[in-house]
T-cell receptor, first 116, second 114 residues
Framework: DTGVSQNPRHKITKRGQNVTFRCDPI?????LYWYRQTLGQGPEFLTYFQNEAQLEKSRLLSDRFSAERPKGSFSTLEIQRTEQGDSAMYLC??????????????FGPGTRLTVL | AQSVTQLDSQVPVFEEAPVELRCNYSSSVSVYLFWYVQYPNQGLQLLLK??????LVESINGFEAEFNKSQTSFHLRKPSVHISDTAEYFCAVSANTGGFKTIFGAGTRLFVKA
């Protein structure tokens, strides 16, 4: 168990550029979640996958955001035409097959995005 | 839908003093409750969780939280804090009706002074 990994850890970009983040969940965890954490706030849910299916998207996820999990393993989160308001920590979490014994989410270290 | 309210944004306390971080939640269905801790420049770590059974849950580093269904609260306590407990603490809920996604409170910054 190597934990959830996220890359890159930090990303600085200029407004209007596209960025893509990657999350590698714990092996065999079939649910994967994305959250966004802005300064001084708790993480906010963005979207989640069960295997390769995206089952829910938050209203926070505008049309500029897209997430994929093509093979049910790693996931990518892309932000197009970044805005300064997109500056935040983007967190990924994974969970084994859901059930009462598998509710706890394992979080990655996050990708900190700064949009200049 | 669920929501979480952490009643204090900052809690300053002297070392070796007791502390309570307050958390209230709102939900129309049964929930699972969590406290996460985030040390400066680090990721979220699970501190403790309530899934079912005993309403008092404990962590390995001396924190405890009590689930109170009638008051919809899950306050976090520690009888004697250390400087190293300085961190941001997040209360969170999850429910199987929401795909087990986690809803977090805004956080409470615990600042332990010498």
């Amino acid at each position: 168990d190597t934990g959830v990994s996220q890359n890159p850890r930090h990303k600085i970009t200029k407004r209007g550029q596209n960025v893509t983040f990657r999350c590698d969940p714990i092996s065999e965890h079939n649910r994967l979640y994305w959250y966004r954490q802005t300064l001084g706030q708790g993480p906010e849910f963005l979207t989640y996958f069960q295997n390769e299916a995206q089952l829910e998207k938050s209203r926070l996820l505008s049309d500029r955001f897209s997430a994929e999990r093509p093979k049910g393993s790693f996931s990518t989160l892309e932000i197009q035409r970044t805005e300064q308001g997109d500056s935040a920590m983007y967190l990924c979490a994974s969970v084994p097959i859901p059930g009462q014994g598998a509710i706890r989410q394992y979080f990655g270290p996050g990708t900190r995005l700064t949009v200049l | 839908a669920q929501s979480v309210t952490q009643l204090d944004s900052q809690v300053p306390v002297f070392e070796e003093a007791p502390v309570e971080l307050r958390c209230n939640y709102s939900s129309s269905v049964s929930v699972y409750l969590f406290w996460y801790v985030q040390y400066p420049n680090q990721g979220l770590q699970l501190l403790l969780k309530y899934l079912s059974g005993s309403t008092l849950v404990e962590s390995i580093n001396g924190f405890e939280a009590e689930f109170n269904k009638s008051q919809t609260s899950f306050h976090l306590r520690k009888p004697s804090v250390h400087i190293s407990d300085t961190a941001e603490y997040f209360c969170a809920v999850s429910a199987n009706t929401g795909g087990f996604k986690t809803i977090f409170g805004a956080g409470t910054r615990l600042f332990v002074k010498a």
